[in-house]
């Protein structure tokens, strides 16, 4: 018993454990959070039921019974249910007691691990490019609006007077309204589907590095166990006596299963990582696809727009 207890909690896990959906202080109750918040705690569920291991646990069907709580917006820091660490919050924990990095044995785990803090840095300085411009598009969004009303308004200047560019101005004063809610409309489908995702696969590339932290823990165990089991047969050849014997032995199984556990531990989190870069492949390239066909749209819809306009101009030539 002793010895499996080697394989305990932060040994067991093995598995990418899918980010919930942040927690804001700010804003809380803004649309675009709330909406955020939904279309993530979605995006959470799915990823739980697909997997073979994590919907099979009864933590994930006491976190369903009980997910109400997430849209909770008073819930306090110290609310009795934070108390009760379930599944997903005890794995969300970082191995904060593991000091010391192991020597890598797999060439393969070091270039993953290479890999995936490159991805991480990279997809966080994307995001914020993408962020940033969705906010500079939110503004001319805005520029827009103005200039609808502007225009708007100079219709109604030339309402008496010229009849001509009253009706063309108050048409251009309509299709620029039409615009910005193009744009508008733009801009939150491609927050929601391509920078929440980018957002998303930077939470979900720290929970596989958190993953692989976990191996290099029980990478670090196994050490300790040879370490141990060299120390005792040294101990043994300078005396050879029934007890140290025992010590020997037990020495030999503890490492035995921190060899197997860490054999098994390694195979389940390189399977993980594998499905975790083809299913990366395949939902980033439709967010890219989802963005460009959105704005393919978008500017055939404007265009359009300003072909109706120009063919008022021209007729009252």
Known sequence: LSSSSA???????????????EKSVINRFSPEFIEYRRFELERFLRRVIKHPKLV????????????????????????????????FATFSDKVSNMTTTPVEVDEWFTEIKDYLKGLETQLTQFYNKTSSLTRRRREFVQVWQELSLASKDYSL?????????????????????????????????????????IKDYIRITSA???????????????????????????KLEKSNNTKIQAEVAEAEKQRDVMKVTFE???????????NFLKTKNKEITAALKELV????????????????LLRMIEESA
């Open 7 to 21: 394989a305990s909690d932060v040994y067991k896990r093995q598995v990418i454990i899918p980010p919930l959906p």
């Open 56 to 87: 099979e646990s009864v933590f994930t069907k006491t976190f369903l019974e009980t997910s109400r709580e997430l849209n909770r917006t008073d819930v306090k820091a110290d609310d009795k249910s934070s108390k009760k660490k379930g599944f």
């Open 157 to 197: 200047v030339e309402a008496d007077k010229d009849a001509t560019l009253h009706k063309l101005f108050e048409k251009f004063s309509q299709v620029t309204h039409q615009v910005s809610t193009i744009h508008e409309e733009t801009v939150d489908h491609e927050t929601i589907h391509f920078e929440f995702s």
């Open 208 to 234: 596989v590095r958190e993953m692989l932290t976990n191996r290099d823990a029980v990478l670090l165990k196994l050490h300790s166990s040879e370490k141990n089991l060299e120390q005792k047969r040294q």
């Open 264 to 274: 098994e531990t390694s195979k389940e989190c390189k399977a993980e990582v594998e």
């Open 293 to 308: 066909q959105t704005n393919m749209n978008h500017e055939l819809k404007v265009l359009d727009l300003w072909k109706d």
